[in-house]
C-alpha cells in the first residue's frame, strides 16, 4: 500500500494494515463473540444493519440471524443504482426484512456534481448517506442497536489508534467517514439547495441519540473479518457478482453504483492508489497472492480510466449529474496530481 494514502503512518517501513494483521492473530475471538452474545441480548435480539445488499452487509445479516437476532436491514439508495444492485437488495429481503430509503435523487445528483467539483469525490453524498440514514432509521424505529460492517481503520490502516474501536461514533463519523472535510451543512445555499434537503444527511442531534440509546458497533470487532468468505456464504445466499471493470481486482465488491469507478479513478488521481491497489494489498496480506505478483497488477490495471462501469458508459453516468465527458475532463485536469502511464 502506498504512503500516499491518507493517514496511513508507517513503523519501521510497515504500514499500519500489516501491523493491524498481526494484532488480529493475537486476538481473543471467542471472548469477542461472546461479547457481541451479549450485547444481541442485551437489545432481545433486535438489530438495524445499514444495508447495500452487497457482500459485507449481506454477510452481516445472515450471519447475525443465524446467532437468532431479529434483523432490519436499512438500505440507503446509492447515487445511480445497477440493475445488479437492484437484484441484490431484493435477494437479501429473502431472510430479512429490508427497508430501503430513497433521497431527492435531484437533489443527490447535485450532491454528486458538487462533490465532485469542490473535492473531487463523486461519492461524497453517498458516504454521508451511509452514516447517517441508519441513525435516522434507528430512532424511527426504535431499533437502538446498529451493527456496521468493519472497522476502515483496522482492515485497510489509519491513524494510530483508530483501530481498536468497537464503536462507530459522531467522532468517528466525522473524522473517518469519508468526508473530505466537507458537512452536510456547507452545501445549503447553494444551487438552491436548502436545509430541509440536507436533513437526509444530517445525523441526529447527540440528545436525540442519547435518548433513544441508539449506539453503532463493527461486526469486524466481534467476529475476524475476511471479504473472501463474506462474498462466498453471500453468493451462497444468491447475491450476484462481476467484475465491474479492469481497474477491480475482486469481483465482488461495489457492484451496485455505477458512479463507482469515477469515485475509484479520482483516489487514483490525487492519492496514486485506486480500488484494485486496496483489493489486492487484502491479499498480499492475507496470502491470497505474492506481492511480485501485485506489483505487476498494479502498474497494469490500477488507476485505468472508467469508460464503463458495470457495463454503464461513463457518458450516462455524466448525463444523470449534468455534466458532460468535456467537463469531467476539465475537472480532472484539477485534481491530477497522479499521471495514469
Known amino acids: 500500500m502506498v504512503d ?57 445479516c445472515l450471519k447475525l440471524r443465524e446467532m437468532g ?24 429481503s429473502q431472510y430479512v426484512r429490508t427497508v430501503e430509503v430513497v433521497p431527492d435523487m435531484s437533489v443527490r445528483a447535485k450532491l454528486n456534481r458538487l462533490g465532485l467539483v469542490l473535492v473531487g469525490d463523486i461519492s461524497l453524498p453517498e458516504h454521508m448517506a451511509i452514516f447517517t440514514t441508519p441513525f435516522r432509521m434507528a430512532v424511527d424505529l426504535e431499533n437502538p442497536l446498529i451493527m ?12 494510530a489508534g483508530t483501530e481498536a474501536a468497537n464503536q462507530l461514533t459522531r467522532r468517528w463519523r466525522s473524522e473517518l467517514g469519508g468526508f473530505c472535510g466537507m ?34 458497533y463493527f461486526l469486524g470487532h466481534f467476529i475476524e473479518w475476511n471479504s473472501h468468505h463474506n462474498a462466498q456464504v453471500s453468493s451462497d445466499h444468491g447475491m450476484l457478482t462481476k467484475k465491474p471493470c479492469e481497474a477491480n481486482w475482486w469481483t465482488h465488491e461495489n457492484l451496485d453504483n455505477a458512479q463507482t469507478g469515477i ?39 490500477d488507476g485505468t480510466y472508467p469508460d464503463r462501469y458495470m457495463e ?14 468535456k467537463e469531467f475532463h476539465e475537472i480532472e485536469e484539477s485534481f491530477k496530481c497522479w499521471q495514469p502511464e
Open 148 to 159: 456496521y460492517g468493519e472497522n476502515s481503520q483496522m482492515e485497510y490502516g489509519g491513524r
Open 312 to 325: 454503464v458508459p461513463i457518458k450516462d453516468i455524466l448525463e444523470r449529474i449534468g455534466l458532460t465527458v
Open 263 to 301: 469515485h475509484d479513478y479520482f483516489m487514483f488521481l490525487k492519492y496514486g492508489y485506486g480500488r484494485g491497489c486496496s483489493q489486492i494489498s487484502v491479499d498480499v496480506r492475507n496470502g491470497v497472492v505474492d506481492r511480485e505478483f501485485a506489483l505487476d497488477w498494479v502498474e497494469k490495471n
Open 183 to 216: 458537512r452536510p451543512s456547507d452545501f445549503v445555499g447553494i444551487e438552491g439547495i436548502t436545509s430541509q434537503d440536507m436533513e437526509d444527511y444530517e445525523i441526529p442531534e447527540q440528545e436525540i441519540l442519547e435518548n433513544s440509546q441508539v449506539k453503532a
Open 69 to 92: 437476532a431479529h434483523v432490519t436491514a436499512v438500505t440507503a439508495r446509492t447515487c445511480h443504482l445497477t440493475d445488479m444492485g437492484r437484484k441484490n437488495i431484493d435477494s437479501l
Open 4 to 60: 500516499s494514502r491518507p493517514d496511513h503512518t508507517y513503523v519501521g517501513g510497515v504500514c499500519p494494515a500489516c501491523i493491524n494483521k498481526q494484532k488480529k492473530q493475537e486476538t481473543n475471538w471467542d471472548g469477542r463473540y461472546k461479547e457481541l452474545e451479549r450485547l444481541l441480548d442485551a437489545h432481545n435480539g433486535e438489530v438495524l444493519v445499514p444495508s447495500s445488499g452487497q457482500k459485507d452487509s449481506t454477510y452481516q
